[in-house]
């Protein structure tokens, strides 16, 4: 099993600037030394989508809505996934979540039924 928990959320002005962060545990086995990880949103009333994703080999893949405005990393040592948001619009407005899958995909897949461990999410509120 994978731990998934994020934090960063909040209530930002347009134009501002937020770090989602999300820590996670890593399982103790050779065998799942290759894996993916990505951030999702879902506004209400929409589908959950695939914002940025990042694999075992530092690859990145982001989704053509948010190119230039949302750098997704990783800090190894702490075992955190980070997404920066530059330049925030209402649009992204959203519950942002988290989540991994075993397998080191190229570029990581950016689809939700590709991944099987998700965290709780952490609210992001966008005003005009």
């Known amino acids: 099993q994978v731990q998934l928990v994020e934090s960063g959320g909040g209530s930002v002005q347009a134009g501002g600037s937020l770090r ?65 948001i530059a330049d925030l619009k209402p649009e992204d407005t959203a519950m942002y979540y988290c989540a991994a899958r075993f397998g080191g995909w190229k570029p990581p897949p950016l689809t939700a039924t590709e991944y099987n461990f998700w965290g709780q999410g952490t609210q992001v509120t966008v005003s005009s």
């Open 20 to 84: 989602l962060s999300c820590q996670f545990s890593r399982v103790p086995n050779s065998r799942y030394s290759k894996y993916c990880m990505a951030w999702f949103r879902q506004a209400p009333g929409k589908e959950r989508e695939g914002v940025a994703g990042f694999n075992s080999d530092g690859d990145t893949s982001y989704a053509d809505s948010i190119k230039g405005r949302f750098t997704i990393s990783q800090d190894n040592v702490k075992n955190i996934l980070y997404l920066d």
